[in-house]
């Protein structure tokens, strides 16, 4: 034990080592240094992103598969998105339901209905329809209609049956029933855009039964959806840098009215717009619901140079923990003409077995013609799907987040001057194996702790880069060298 103590110690080495000692630390301080004030800027964020989705992707498919979870890592708790899945159900337009319509431009309303009714009457808590409501279907009844009632009607009557229903369920007072319609606004002034349920001029949205939600999320720079996103600030027209109004997001709109009545946005945007600022970084907003366990915390978007910058510790609470999977092998359809089929966690099952008592219900097209697909840390996936992992990851108790700057320093710093003593005491040969089996722990290490507490403990790579720079220095002052020797 003497021997090893000796052998460690710095004081007792040659001069010549300890001089390399230093320099390699100084050289992956430094590094680390550089990677540190490189903060919020497009290479790290993408490095880090790059990373963080390879621990989001590893999650989902160990979260996906029985066998690792049971015979492999017995001891890995389910993600907290994953915990509460089953409280989210898919009714979905899938491939055979689009064949059986003829392939419509405009998802028929009335089908749509179909499915709202079904959950409405199953005693749903919150139903969001993943379309966009924004134009009337002006297509004409067909002339030879296919067997049934599957395109008996023309556009504007399947538009007035859907309509007719929501007005149902926003004047039902004895139903717990909350539906949630997206809106979308123009690029040019940011207003809404207006949709086509109204009656006499009067907006069916009424905040109580029925709810506006802005359907984006945060794509990076690299157009995956990483994040969800908690709002959109509509703007003020007379005054650009101001906050008109705060159009509620799907996933903040769903937890408030699964958890709680809706009431907590009101005063939560009530302090938003009393802030009203545009270009603000890392604020800070609490929702307190009721039958949650934990007040929600959350961080507001930032606008700065028309881009959304993701890399604070903060903003990364708005991370998508991806569950749910969109694409089960069993295909079992809720009606005979196969209009729809039902999912929920990834399992079909018979229409009678169906229990949507209490849950979110979305309903939207993962059909090839859709057209609303998008890329994921897990692979490309329809909108409703992302939305429904969203939602499943502010419903867990914790979401995914980056580490502090300071656990990644002392990380950091650990792994330098192992490194260093590294250079400093083995032979030049051996120092890519240390280095490599250094890689090795860190990184399992690392995932299965992320696994356990969704924290992503990242690290510069500073020690890894040693070796790296102290080559490129020799190769630049051996120049410098030649050149003054001419």
Not at 181 to 194: A, R, S
């Amino acid at each position: 034990m003497n021997k090893i103590a000796q052998y460690l110690n710095f004081r007792k080495w040659p001069k010549a080592k300890q001089h390399e000692f230093l320099f390699n630390l100084v050289l992956g301080i430094g590094f680390m240094v550089v990677f540190i004030l490189l903060q919020n800027t497009a290479a790290r964020q993408a490095v880090i992103n790059s990373w963080f989705d390879k621990y989001i992707a590893w999650r989902f498919e160990i979260d996906s598969n029985k066998f690792i979870l049971q015979n492999v890592l017995p001891g890995l708790k389910k993600s907290d998105a994953k915990k509460v899945s089953d409280n989210i159900v898919f009714l979905r337009f899938d491939r055979q339901a689009f064949k059986t319509l003829g392939r419509p431009v405009i998802t028929p309303r009335d089908k749509v209905a179909d499915l709202v009714n079904i959950a409405y009457k199953g005693g749903a808590k919150v139903i969001y329809l993943d379309m966009l409501f924004s134009e009337r279907d002006y297509s004409p009844a067909p002339a030879k209609p296919l067997a049934g009632d599957v395109t008996a009607k023309d556009g504007l009557s399947r538009d007035r049956t859907l309509e007719d229903l929501l007005n149902e369920i926003k004047n039902d007072a004895g139903s717990q029933t909350k539906v949630l319609l997206p809106f979308e606004t123009y690029e040019i002034d940011g207003k809404l855009k207006d949709i086509i349920f109204s009656s006499k001029g009067e907006s069916i949205i009424d905040n109580h039964k029925i709810f506006a939600v802005t359907p984006k999320f945060t794509r990076g720079s690299d157009s995956r959806a990483r994040f969800w996103m908690p709002y959109e600030g509509l703007k003020d027209q007379d005054n650009k840098g101001k906050i008109a109004d705060v159009l509620w997001s799907v996933p903040m709109t769903a937890l408030s009215l699964f958890y709680g009545d809706g009431q907590q946005l009101v005063k939560l945007r009530e302090d938003i717009l009393k802030r009203d600022r545009f270009n603000i970084d890392d604020e800070e907003f609490i929702l307190e619901l009721p039958d949650r366990s934990g007040a929600f915390t959350f961080y507001r978007e930032n606008y700065k140079n028309n881009a959304s910058v993701r890399d604070s510790e903060h903003l990364q609470y708005n991370r998508i923990q991806y569950t749910l999977m969109q694409d089960p092998i069993d295909k079992r359809t809720i009606s005979s003409d196969h209009i729809g089929s039902w999912m929920r966690d990834s399992s079909h099952i018979d229409n009678e077995y169906i229990k949507f008592k209490d849950k979110i219900v979305i309903i939207g097209r993962d059909d090839p013609d859709c057209k609303d697909f998008h890329s994921t840390p897990v692979g490309i996936m329809a909108g409703m799907y992302v939305h429904a992992n969203s939602i499943a990851t502010a419903m867990g108790e914790t979401q995914p987040h980056l580490t502090t700057t300071g656990r990644q320093v002392m990380v950091d710093i650990l792994l330098i001057l192992l490194t260093a003593y590294g250079y400093a005491l083995l032979p030049s040969y051996l120092v890519k194996y240390f280095l490599t089996l250094l890689t090795l722990i860190f990184v399992p290490c690392s995932f299965l702790y992320f696994c356990q507490t969704n924290e992503f403990v990242y690290i510069s790579w500073a020690f890894a880069s040693i070796g790296a720079l102290r080559l490129w220095l020799s190769v630049f002052f051996t120049k410098i060298q030649q050149r003054a020797g001419r």
